[in-house]
């Protein structure tokens, strides 16, 4: 789902730096290698647009292998699947634009970018190399020497690729000593090696990542993954994460309780989530619940135990907002008691032959007063004032007012008005048919 936009001015800029002349003057041919697991749009335009373009699978791909797939395509200046690219495309990690001049053919590009896609982990497991998610390419592109250097580019003369900040761009050559990075890099964030079983084919010279390269991508992986959880837990959990925000806590906060998680066994990032969501809504102390604890100590699969966590905090909350609710009754029970004690007399007096109200006994105008005083209590009204207010009402509409027209309340009313400029919104809108 792509989140970030560019001005039509911002396009051009990136085009102007794309098909940027070198120095004998040459017009560079304009490659973008696009990762589709970022979206499901890159397969469409892909597949749909004219301009040529290659998966760097070969054979025949299921449909999922093909949304997730990535894909070369050859750019024109001006093109609409161009423009479309960059404009969808930049800021959300769709790919990393090959720069290459005349000689480097379309097959030459291709069997490079498909190459340098597999390579050697430091345990010499075969490893697919997201190399095409530009987040991988400026952490891993600086650290080459110049034998990786020479794998990495071979026949493309540049890469271009997005900074952390859209607004940002770094242009990588290659150099006698590695790799230079025209643009300086403020950030480095996350890569993904998978492992590669159906990589059986003996690679001469095959590009290989480094213990170092990797301990480079775990640390920034991490860093990020603790950003995504920070970003998660202050959007779907707000009132809980409000004080960690305002006393700028919540990454440290994240951070312990990811380790927490790890501790307890939990590997994928889901299951990670998962513990912080019980965490954040029960308190960090929860770690130690003997509940958690009796959990964690049985013999299953983390996802399972991340399940029961789960289901268990639910249970809790139910159990707590039951309490709340019976608690809250209880109050506004005596609420009702009250403004019925002091109000009753005002209805027999005034309600009564006034307005033509008629009950058939004391119960019945008890009943009456406390479904009345119900309507006010559920607006978020509690005060002896607001409930004489609105007993008035009643009394001269009748006590289904709040259903007329003049007395209806928009949901964006209710968003943006206190309880009691709703009610005041109610007493001007009155229609006044009876007086007093």
């Avoid at 920034?220 to 959007?235: A, G, P, Q």
């Avoid at 608690?327 to 309600?351: A, P």
């Avoid at 309340?409 to 009876?434: C, M, N």
Wanted: a negative charge; charged letters at 25%.
């Amino acid at each position: 789902m792509t989140t970030s936009t560019i001005t039509k001015y911002d396009i051009e800029t990136i085009q102007q730096q794309l098909w940027q002349a070198n120095s004998k003057g040459q017009v560079p041919i304009v490659y973008v290698v696009l990762d589709g697991a970022r979206d499901k749009e890159i397969e469409r335009i892909t597949r749909l647009g004219s301009l040529k373009s290659a998966c760097l699978y070969e054979g025949k791909l299921t449909y999922k292998m093909a949304i997730a797939a990535p894909y070369l395509v050859r750019l024109e200046k001006d093109h609409p699947q161009t423009l479309e690219i960059i404009r969808k495309g930049w800021g959300n990690s769709w790919g990393v634009f090959a720069i290459t001049y005349q000689g480097a053919t379309h097959i030459n590009i291709r069997h490079n970018c498909r190459k340098i896609a597999r390579v050697k982990g430091p345990n010499g497991k075969n490893l697919v190399f997201r190399y095409y998610d530009p987040r991988v390419l400026r952490t891993y592109i600086t650290q080459c020497d110049i034998n990786d250097a020479e794998k990495v580019f071979g026949p493309i003369s540049e890469f271009i690729v997005e900074g952390e900040q859209p607004n940002t761009m770094h242009r990588f050559k290659r150099t006698e000593r590695g790799v230079e990075d025209s643009h300086n890099a403020n950030d480095i964030n996350i890569t993904t090696c998978v492992e590669d079983e159906s990589f059986t084919r003996g690679q001469s010279g095959a590009l290989s990542i480094t213990s170092a390269q990797f301990s480079v991508f775990e640390e920034e992986k991490f860093k990020r993954f603790i950003s995504d959880m920070e970003l998660h837990l202050s959007t779907y959990f707000k009132a809980q994460t409000a004080d960690l925000i305002e006393q700028e806590q919540l990454n440290d906060w994240v951070h312990q309780n990811v380790l927490h998680a790890q501790d307890f066994g939990f590997i994928t990032e889901l299951d990670i989530c998962r513990y912080l969501n019980v965490a954040i809504i029960q308190g960090e102390e929860v770690k130690d619940a003997p509940w958690l604890q009796a959990i964690m100590a049985e013999k299953l699969f983390p996802s399972t135990k991340a399940t029961l966590i789960e289901e268990k905090s639910l249970e809790l909350l139910d159990a707590e907002h039951q309490g709340v609710v019976e608690e809250l009754n209880k109050v506004n029970q005596q609420i009702l008691e009250q403004f019925y004690q002091k109000h009753h007399k005002k209805v027999i007096g005034i309600g009564i032959p006034l307005y033509d109200l008629s009950f058939a006994d004391d119960q019945a105008l008890k009943d009456w007063m406390f479904r009345v005083g119900k309507q006010c209590i559920n607006l978020g009204l509690t005060d002896e004032m607001a409930l004489d207010i609105w007993l008035d009402m009643a009394m001269r509409y009748g006590e289904d007012f709040p259903k007329e027209s003049w007395a209806t309340v928009s949901e964006t009313q209710k968003t943006e008005l206190s309880p009691s400029d709703i009610l005041f919104y109610l007493l001007a809108q009155q229609p006044h048919k009876k007086s007093a």
